[in-house]
């Protein structure tokens, strides 16, 4: 196991009610901002329930955040911030607005000229305006963690930021506003999540008994619940469990010790800046000819995973592996979420070049848990996609 230092400082307040307790985790006198996204809270009650536990406190609110946050549209929001003097900011949403919000969080801060430059050159942000979430739409975990994905329409980018200032101090996760989430989002959660796992867990064995046998679990409760909340996301038993795997699934738990890889995430984020398709289908995309192509690697975590995730009994080694890539593959699709690009675009000839061309020029010319898949790797894998 690697050396490693943990700290998540995110209060979780989790169960059926538990939006009644939001007053209490914001300061008295702050002067809070609560921000939202295309509207969902106002129709499925989120909202009023929102307001009415926070009884009369001066707020000021900011909607339109749209999925995959816009840095053009987080500016208008970051003017609002400065010129009302909020000190406290309250994201009531998903990944989209919950992202948008870290970033608004280290942009009132920050003191260059332009903000995009926090992700841009990937300047570190330990300090932010405090602010806390409540969750909507379990997925990307970015709940309990410091990271944060955020979209540039006129560069056609999509970068990412991280920092000890960007936890939120508390989220409220309820698993009943699951019930209005659309089948399409439920199955984004499920596939998000369970990749988020696959990132940190399909890489080269590391003597982590434990953080393995977490990603296991997180993995098998995903495929037990995550079909039964697409049937019905009103069982609640389902949706909380379901909730509860996406926050551990990246909260940095089962990262502890461990290689990382997430050369999946970063293909698939050019492939939502390219082709504006929802962040979980891309990485069902690019995950499995990820595993593919990387087969020779990757083969004994994909072993491992075929026997303990999928029962696999039968057969040699790879071809437990190839069959768990198989199962994994026949999961997406049994969460009516194809797997290949042309099923998203037709213009998909020109995504491998693009996406060398944008790794190049940032100079992420070695990735992967080995550090060692380049442009060119790259480029098969995104054909492979096709
Ligand atoms: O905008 P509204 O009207 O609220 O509707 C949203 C949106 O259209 C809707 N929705 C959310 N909660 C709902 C609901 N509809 C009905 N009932 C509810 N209770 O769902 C749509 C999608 O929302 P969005 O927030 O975009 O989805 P998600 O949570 O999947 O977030 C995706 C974003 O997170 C980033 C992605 O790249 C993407 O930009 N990620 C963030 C990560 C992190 N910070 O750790 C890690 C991930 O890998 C990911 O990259
Ligand atoms: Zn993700």
Redesign the pocket.
């Known amino acids: 196991m690697k050396n490693f230092e943990y700290k998540n400082p995110t209060k979780i307040l989790f169960g059926e009610g538990q939006i009644a307790s939001l007053n209490n985790e914001i300061p008295e006198n702050a002067k809070v901002m609560l921000l939202?996204?295309?509207?969902?809270?106002k129709r499925?009650g989120?909202y009023e329930q929102v307001k009415a536990a926070l009884h009369q406190r001066d707020t000021v609110e900011f909607g339109g955040i749209?999925?995959?946050?816009e840095y053009e549209i987080l500016l208008k929001a970051l003017n609002e911030i400065k010129e009302e003097k909020v000190d406290y900011l309250l994201a009531v949403?998903?990944?989209?607005?919950?992202?948008g919000v870290k970033f608004l969080a280290a942009a009132a801060l920050y003191e260059g000229e332009e903000p995009w430059d926090i992700l841009a050159k990937n300047i570190g942000r330990d300090v932010g305006l405090p602010f806390g979430t409540v969750l909507?739409?379990p997925?990307?975990?970015?709940e309990m963690?410091s990271?944060?994905?955020i979209?540039r329409a006129e560069t056609k980018e999509?970068l990412g930021m991280s920092g000890l200032g960007l936890f939120p101090q508390f989220s409220i996760l309820d698993p009943k506003?699951?019930h209005?989430?659309?089948k399409r989002?439920i199955a984004?959660?499920i596939v998000?999540a369970f990749n988020?796992v696959m990132e940190q867990y399909i890489t080269y064995p590391a003597n982590a008994n434990l953080q393995d046998r977490i990603a296991e679990g997180i993995l098998q409760t995903l495929i037990e619940v995550g079909p039964k909340v697409m049937n019905d996301p009103t069982d609640y038993n389902a949706a909380a469990n379901f909730m509860w795997s996406c926050t551990m699934a990246?909260n940095g738990l089962i990262q502890n010790g461990v290689p990382g890889d997430w050369a999946v995430?970063m293909m698939g984020?050019e492939l939502?800046a390219l082709h504006q398709i929802d962040?979980?289908r891309t990485l069902a995309i690019i995950g499995p000819n990820h595993y593919k192509y990387n087969f020779e690697n990757k083969k004994e975590k994909l072993t491992q995973f075929g026997e303990r995730v999928w029962n696999i009994t039968e057969g040699t080694m790879d071809e437990k592996a190839q069959k768990a890539i198989e199962h994994t593959i026949a999961f997406y699709h049994q969460l009516e979420v194809p797997t290949k690009l042309s099923e998203y675009t037709e213009n998909y000839k020109g995504s491998s070049q693009f996406i060398v061309d944008q790794f190049t020029k940032r100079g992420w010319t070695g990735i992967g848990e080995r550090g060692d898949l380049t442009p060119d790797d790259v480029k098969k894998i995104v054909e492979m996609s096709y």
């Open positions: 939202y996204g295309g509207g969902s809270i499925n989120i749209p999925a995959n946050p949403g998903g990944g989209s607005v919950i992202d909507t739409l997925a990307t975990g970015t963690n990271f944060s994905v979209s999509k506003v699951v209005s989430i659309p989002q984004n959660g998000d988020h990246l995430h984020h939502t962040h979980a």
